[in-house]
């Protein structure tokens, strides 16, 4: 019954069938998180583990059939791992090797030329959960944890969780389809009934959650009144290229905006439910309860910023924590910050595909980020800039740079979007490679534009983060 109203409900909708499913999947996590509030609050940490994984292996079940054992079996050998490896580097390797080449083999297997919603998806956020998990029991041993770093010290795991516990974690249904990114020790403590603002309760946290549901709802809204006039496929077609290319340049801005909110609709809808639920909290500042512990956008910013740091900032937050905390600090011995950033983008960009989009889209990041610092530093070191840019100009440049940041981050996006080498490379041939072009005379250009704009006192060489 369920299915054919689905796919009528997709037709009507002009959306794809798993997209509905997808997003229908999000919206159930409402009742779970409520039903878990009622009844199994109180209940024992086998019982809600029980609760956790049956609800997340149903939403599975619902999305992707019988390949829902794809994600049961890495659960299970990581269980494994721990259990028979113990806390020792062979461990982790032998985590990272294993899950990361499931999920390349799952990629290569079911790839195509088209971003299809196939149960890859819910995988590569299981795949980081499963690699962290191996990576804070492996901490857990280390002496001495008072050394370790906040975010590190906050995820350590003192004991070999159990097989019931493993599933719960892997399968919770707010983090399960598309993330966020949380540790087992966060969730340890959400089963204890340890994240509420109300001691012994489950939390006043209905509000907060609706406030991003709401938020996110109107994310679904403005992308589903402007999708359809910004499809990927357009850029593909003869009216495209013979438009003129300062049209095909605010279209790709334009493009940006609009795509990039199904991937912020999912997260805002998804952290809702970690809310309700309780993952969410963040404990008590200034009397007040925060409800940011699941948080994978910060729209305020996300919407204002003018620089690429700070959108990065703003999007996918948990990904790019999980990103910081077990790859890019863990690279600290190389003693070189840039190779560890070099090498932390190479395994996100491995990480989402096999496709050579991902390559070019991360690359792009890396070539933008690095301009981006450098300009940064030049406009504080000359006192020309720095006047111009506290002026009452500023509102100008403002715009200016916004402009500049929207349309490079759609220049970068595209790739990332339309996946394979044909068909990006004609969307860059029809804007001329502006892009490339831009920033890599601007990295070449700032030198010397230190050597004009900076008086001699306040030169220094360029540092890399």
Not at 418 to 437: A, E, N, Q
Request: charged letters at 15%.
């Amino acid at each position: 019954m369920a299915a054919p109203l689905l796919k009528s409900l997709a037709e009507s909708l002009g959306s794809p069938e798993p997209a509905v499913r997808l997003i229908f999947s999000l919206l159930i996590g409402y009742p779970f998180a409520l039903v878990y509030r009622k009844f199994f609050f109180y209940q024992s940490a086998t019982v809600i583990h029980l609760f956790h994984a049956l609800s997340g292996l149903a939403l599975a079940a619902f999305n992707f059939g019988s390949q829902i054992y794809h994600s049961a079996v890495c659960v299970l050998v990581q269980f494994l791992m721990l259990r028979l490896m113990g806390r020792t580097v062979t461990t982790v390797l032998s985590s990272f090797i294993f899950q990361m080449v499931y999920l390349l083999a799952g990629y290569y297997c079911t790839a195509t030329e088209e971003y299809d919603i196939k149960w890859t998806m819910p995988h590569c956020v299981l795949t980081l959960k499963l690699i962290g998990l191996s990576l804070d029991f492996y901490d857990g041993g280390q002496e001495p944890v008072s050394s370790f770093r906040a975010q590190q010290k906050n995820a350590v795991l003192s004991s070999v969780p159990s097989l019931l516990e493993v599933y719960g974690f892997s399968y919770f249904y707010g983090g399960f389809l598309v993330g966020p990114q949380f540790t087992l020790h966060s969730y340890k403590k959400l089963v204890a009934g340890e994240l509420t603002d109300c001691h012994g309760k489950p939390p006043n946290s209905a509000i907060p959650a609706m406030k991003r549901f709401s938020l996110g709802f109107l994310c679904l809204v403005i992308y589903a009144v402007f999708s359809p006039y910004y499809q990927d496929s357009y850029y593909l077609t003869d009216e495209f290229e013979a438009h003129p290319l300062w049209y095909r340049l605010v279209f790709i801005l334009l493009w940006a905006k609009v795509s990039l909110y199904k991937y912020v609709t999912c997260w805002l809808i998804a952290e809702g439910v970690c809310i309700l639920a309780g993952l969410g909290y963040n404990g008590i500042v200034d009397g007040k309860p925060q409800w940011n512990a699941c948080a994978n956008m910060k729209m305020w910013l996300f919407e204002t910023t003018p620089l690429f740091e700070g959108t990065i900032a703003s999007f996918n937050i948990n990904t790019n924590e999980w990103a910081s905390r077990n790859v890019f600090k863990r690279l600290r011995f190389l003693g070189n910050k840039m190779v560890s950033h070099m090498l932390t983008l190479l395994f996100l960009t491995i990480w989402h595909g096999l496709h050579s989009g991902y390559v070019m889209c991360f690359s792009m990041e890396f070539l933008i980020v690095m301009v981006e610092k450098q300009t940064l530093t030049l406009v504080r070191d000359s006192p020309l800039l720095s006047k111009l840019a506290n002026s009452a100009f500023y509102p100008l440049i403002y715009v200016v740079q916004q402009f500049i940041h929207w349309l490079f981050m759609g220049y970068s996006l595209v790739p990332f979007c339309l996946l394979t080498y044909d068909k990006w490379l004609k969307v860059y041939r029809s804007v001329y490679f502006s892009g490339h072009i831009f920033f890599i005379v601007a990295l070449f250009s700032i030198p010397y534009l230190r050597k004009v704009l900076v008086p001699k006192r306040e030169r220094s060489p360029l540092k890399q983060d």
